[in-house]
T-cell receptor
Framework: EDQVTQSPEALRLQEGESSSLNCSYTVSGLRGLFWYRQDPGKGPEFLFTLYSAGEEKEKERLKATLTKKESFLHITAPKPEDSATYLCAVQARGTSYGKLTFGQGTILTVHP | DAGVTQSPTHLIKTRGQQVTLRCSPKSGHDTVSWYQQALGQGPQFIFQYYEEEERQRGNFPDRFSGHQFPNYSSELNVNALLLGDSALYLC???????????FGPGTRLTVT
């Protein structure tokens, strides 16, 4: 069974203090790994898709990387508006229908 | 370009009742997936609809059923509501052949 574990559960940063969020996964052949951002009471907002080990994607202050067992979401010089829950999900190869298996998320709080 | 829309925003039901939630996919998308998100947890896959048929299902009982219409919109029905069904219900749409799923704002269901 596919599994995703995110750490830490919660992370508090000062504005400008860079850090990383971790996503460890077990899947029977990875088709894709996805990062989403979710604000309280809202639906997840798509950020990145990573398909193979060594791949990197960037968007503003966020950079996602992928290895064979985990993914990292690096946040450089965060701002208070980056505060949100960050969700990681995997999609297994052979699952052409697209079920996503999510981790429990990391709650990021950035203080001014 | 309209994103994924869901209705209603909030719903309060009593144990034993039935509920119907609605979703309109993003323009150009033909596949709809439904997820349940309990407070403080990541979304859990319920099922996916394509070409008006359920083609993949997660570990949810038969009380959860759905439908997809010719215009690709979808409904999620839950019968015999339990207190544990209280959650944020998320609809995600995608285009066949692509991996990315885009989520709607969700419907907050409270069962009393």
């Amino acid at each position: 069974e596919d599994q995703v574990t995110q750490s830490p559960e919660a992370l508090r940063l000062q504005e400008g203090e860079s850090s990383s969020l971790n996503c460890s996964y077990t899947v029977s052949g990875l088709r894709g790994l996805f990062w989403y951002r979710q604000d309280p009471g809202k639906g997840p907002e798509f950020l990145f898709t990573l398909y193979s080990a060594g791949e990197e994607k960037e968007k503003e202050r966020l950079k996602a990387t992928l290895t064979k067992k985990e993914s990292f979401l690096h946040i450089t010089a965060p701002k208070p508006e980056d505060s949100a829950t960050y969700l990681c999900a995997v999609q297994a190869r052979g699952t052409s229908y697209g079920k996503l298996t999510f981790g429990q998320g990391t709650i990021l709080t950035v203080h001014p | 370009d309209a994103g994924v829309t869901q209705s209603p925003t909030h719903l309060i039901k009593t144990r034993g009742q039935q509920v119907t939630l609605r979703c309109s996919p993003k323009s150009g998308h033909d596949t709809v997936s439904w997820y349940q998100q309990a407070l403080g947890q990541g979304p859990q896959f319920i099922f996916q609809y394509y070409e008006e048929e359920e083609r993949q299902r997660g570990n949810f009982p038969d009380r959860f059923s759905g439908h997809q219409f010719p215009n690709y919109s979808s409904e999620l029905n839950v019968n015999a509501l339990l207190l544990g069904d209280s959650a944020l219900y998320l609809c995600a749409s995608s285009q066949t052949g692509t991996s990315e799923q885009y989520f709607g704002p969700g419907t907050r269901l409270t069962v009393t």
